[in-house]
């Protein structure tokens, strides 16, 4: 897995103070999408586990973990050992994703590494960008059809629950 960035401390990916790591390779190839370069799995820099959590660790006011890209969910297995020691430091996870939290849902079904990464992510940013129902003024999102869901509370009650409108 190569990641394009990372930002040891970022306020507009996420609520709170969070680190971000882009991931590279996007096979949804949004209309309009800013961050074309991510599309090649093979862009960027290797990715190096031990160097992220550290970094992170070096800030003792982050609030949590913000996964972009590119499109994480490509990477549950190699993501999911770093998710897995931030949440354990009491820090939150966040994730962006071109994928509908119900393409995840079915997706998890028959694919275990997808299963166990869902169930570690606290809210979830999905859906592809949808140049057409751009809306600049929402935050966290770029367009309309995009929701901020709270996984955790989603996957309790079978049913999806926003973490903001
Ligand atoms: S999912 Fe995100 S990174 Fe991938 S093409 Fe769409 S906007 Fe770009």
Not at 6 to 24: E, K, P, T
Not at 59 to 68: K, M, V, Y
Request: glycine residues 10%; negative net charge.
């Amino acid at each position: 897995m190569k990641i394009g960035g990372f930002y040891s401390d970022s306020i507009s990916n996420g609520v709170g103070w969070r680190a971000v790591l882009f991931v590279s390779g996007c096979p949804h190839h949004c209309l309009g999408c800013h961050n074309q370069e991510s599309w090649d799995k093979d862009y960027g820099e290797p990715y190096v586990e031990d160097d992220i959590y550290n970094q992170m660790m070096e800030n003792p006011f982050l609030d949590g973990l913000t996964l972009s890209g590119g499109e994480p969910f490509l990477y549950c297995q190699e993501l999911f050992s770093l998710v897995k020691r931030v949440k354990a430091r009491g820090l939150n996870i966040w994730s962006y994703t071109g994928f509908t939290f119900e393409e995840l849902l079915r997706w998890s079904e028959r694919n275990a590494d997808v299963q166990q990464f869902l169930r570690e992510v606290d809210v979830l940013v999905d859906g592809k960008f949808l140049i057409e129902k751009m809306v600049p003024q929402k935050r966290f999102r770029g367009s309309g059809n995009q929701r901020i869901i709270d996984v955790q509370a989603s996957l309790k009650k079978q049913e999806i629950v926003l973490y903001m409108a």
